[in-house]
């Protein structure tokens, strides 16, 4: 590395052909004094991650399924880049010692394991995996602060929370905002006919399809909530989730004086996730601005539970607490594949998730194997009830 290049910041994005990760890749792009690519990651996508490597020449590409090792390992042979495969090469490429960030990008159960073995290694940790907190929030708490490891979120929600905080001034509440999908206004007699084509359709925001219908289901807010838990250190009865359409006030926090502080802005991922790489500074950007003028009116009501029952259910995991959280995620992540395959309906995926809440085995203070163990067994149970 040349001399005028040993202060950039070396990234490791794992999950770098998903939503998150391709925003990312844009922002280091915009700034390539300041950061620069170490190891990019994906699952399946083999030739967008080739197309990354080319690009970005990063130290090492990996890509999780095995299957497609060949083909990158072929396509990429004439650079300098190291290749693997497999989950076991990402949790472990995580702790090379010229990481500085390590963006946790990937979906689902699968970004827990890298994201503690990087926490370990006393990297700053970009999360955008929320499922890594809504598993296992408190080994994952413990771990930060014996390794001495920061953990910026990603999420605009807890970014905005983040941003909103003051230093030693007690927190009353915080308010997490939701645009409401795109069934915000469907009767529930609709939503049981719901098309994956029509859930897959969001108002705002541009994601994968997995956070996608997790957020016409309300299922992304309730992780959400259990994620602002363990990042803020707060009690349940603190965390209160309002509808807010237009996405433009991101969450707030009220103190114990009542005033609030929100933070607002166009929905824009890249603002979050810039954040989370340069911070505490914060980057020029030539993002287009808020202009007031095309938001006179935004709005606030409440979700009706009855409405998004998957928000009520992680409430009701939240205070179980224990591997509660963690069965509430894989039963969704089974849930939400088969409602992908037309296997079961998008009402159908609360029922499954409740069933599964209720048959799985339960835990009060659980271990990193306690965890491994409630998630194969929740899904197991989950898949056992759609075959029936």
Not at 204 to 219: F, L, R
Not at 277 to 304: H, I, M, V
Not at 378 to 385: L, S
Request: hydrophobic share 40%; charged share 20%.
């Amino acid at each position: 590395m040349k001399e005028n290049d040993q202060k950039k910041k070396q990234i490791a994005i794992l999950g770098s052909t998903g939503s998150i990760g391709t925003q990312a890749l844009e922002v280091i792009q915009a700034h390539p004094d300041r950061f620069e690519i170490y190891v990019l990651t994906a699952n399946n996508q083999i030739d967008l991650l080739i197309k990354q490597a080319r690009q970005f020449m990063p130290e090492a590409v990996i890509i999780a399924n095995k299957g497609h090792y060949e083909k990158l390992k072929n396509a990429l042979a004439d650079l300098p880049i190291k290749v693997y495969a497999g989950s076991d090469a990402i949790a472990q490429i995580v702790a090379s010692k010229p990481i500085d960030i390590v963006l946790t990008a990937m979906v689902g159960y699968s970004g827990l394991k890298p994201t503690i073995q990087a926490i370990k290694a006393g990297k700053t940790i970009a999360l955008s995996n929320k499922e890594t907190m809504v598993v296992a929030g408190e080994i994952i708490n413990a771990l930060a602060i014996k390794h001495n490891a920061s953990i910026l979120p990603v999420d605009s929600e807890h970014s905005a929370i983040f941003q909103c905080l003051e230093y030693d001034n007690p927190v009353e509440k915080v308010i997490l905002t939701a645009s409401g999908g795109p069934f915000l206004t469907t009767s529930l007699e609709n939503l049981a006919t719901v098309t994956k084509k029509q859930a897959l359709r969001h108002p705002n925001w541009n994601m994968g399809a997995k956070v996608t219908i997790d957020s016409a289901s309300m299922m992304n807010k309730g992780f959400e909530v259990i994620e602002a838990k363990w990042l803020f250190n707060l009690k349940s009865e603190q965390i209160e989730v309002v509808i807010h359409p237009q996405s433009i006030i991101h969450s707030m926090v009220q103190f114990q004086d009542g005033s609030i502080k929100a933070q607002m802005g166009l929905p824009d991922m890249k603002i979050p996730i810039q954040l989370a790489f340069s911070y505490p500074e914060r980057l020029k950007t030539n993002y287009q601005r808020l202009d007031f003028e095309q938001y006179s009116s935004l709005t606030f009501e409440k979700p009706d539970l009855k409405h998004f029952r998957n928000l009520s259910l992680a409430y009701y995991a939240m205070e179980q607490g224990g591997t509660m959280p963690c069965v509430l995620n894989a039963a969704n992540e089974v849930a939400v594949e088969a409602f992908l395959h037309d296997h079961i309906g998008f009402l159908e995926m609360s029922e499954l998730i409740e069933r599964t809440m209720q048959k799985s085995s339960f835990m009060t203070n659980p271990t990193y194997e306690d965890y491994v163990a409630s998630d194969a067994e929740a899904r197991k149970v989950a898949i056992e009830f759609i075959k029936h």
